[in-house]
């Protein structure tokens, strides 16, 4: 779905989650949010706090996990993805403090594949995610699932590519500071979703919308694989999709 502006594509994507939230209300239920962090989604976190405030749209039957997140890093950090969260979206509506998820890295290093596993299992215990956003990063990545990630791949560590380190200097000032390793939901985490929207904004993201709309299904663009999944749509403004 191609948009003439940023501001449309967003509102669009916002729309499609506030829908499900809905109909998961009417029929009683929850609604499993997978969320995601970055530039890219922050003003579909706006217009839905902007439906929440006016349009009277409410959070309490939403519990959200998010894709990923740097390792190590302090939650209290503000480049940390539960600062994010918080100040993107959380602290703005009523999700219930216990409903959300984002995997913390306080723990030690031999703890983390067990800390990974109860991830993973936690999203299941839920019956799995109704919806999961997704950006794209330049090398094509979901979540932190850098080129060369497994389709199989579950929750787990990973070491970030240079070009996710090189990008993430805009928040982290130098990259000095920028982690080396990171969180992810696998690729086969987010596949299972039961709906995927991918968003992807602005021209430095065209020329990898290309490879990974058009490309080989292959794991150096670990976006890729969606392309063989129907449940997943791409919602892209004119700048993202000109390659394409
Ligand atoms: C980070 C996140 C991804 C995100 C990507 C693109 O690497 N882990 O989930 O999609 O950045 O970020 P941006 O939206 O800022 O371009």
């Known amino acids: 779905t191609v948009y003439d502006s940023a501001v449309l594509a967003s509102k669009y994507t916002a729309n499609k989650i506030a829908d499900l939230i809905l109909q998961k209300q009417k029929e009683g239920n929850r609604a499993i949010l ?7 989604p922050k003003m579909v976190y706006q217009e839905l706090i902007r439906l929440h405030k006016y349009e009277g749209l409410s959070f309490s039957n939403v519990v959200s996990f998010n894709l990923d997140e740097y390792y190590p890093i302090s939650v209290n950090d503000e480049q940390s993805y539960t600062y994010f969260m918080n100040n993107n979206l959380f602290n703005h509506v009523d999700i219930t403090q216990e409903n959300i998820h984002i995997p913390h890295t306080d723990c030690s290093s031999n ?13 299941k215990s839920y019956g799995g995610l109704d919806l999961q956003l997704l950006g794209i990063g330049r090398n094509g990545h979901i979540g932190f699932n850098e080129p060369g990630s497994k389709f199989d ?7 970030l590519h240079p070009l996710t380190r090189e990008d993430a200097i805009e928040n982290f000032g130098d990259l000095d500071n920028v982690p080396y390793q990171a969180i992810t939901m696998g690729i086969n985490t987010i596949v299972q979703a039961k709906k995927i929207l991918l968003l992807a904004l602005g021209e430095r993201k065209s020329e990898i919308i290309k490879k990974a709309l058009n490309g080989t299904i292959a794991t150096d663009v670990p976006s890729s694989i969606l392309q063989s999944l129907p449940q997943v749509e791409y919602i892209l403004d004119r700048e993202a999709a000109a390659m394409i």
Do not use: V
């Open 153 to 159: 791949s579950i929750t787990r560590l990973i070491d």
């Open 111 to 123: 703890q983390i594949s067990e800390y990974c596993l109860d991830y993973e299992n936690k999203i």
């Open 34 to 40: 997978g969320l995601a962090t970055g530039n890219t």
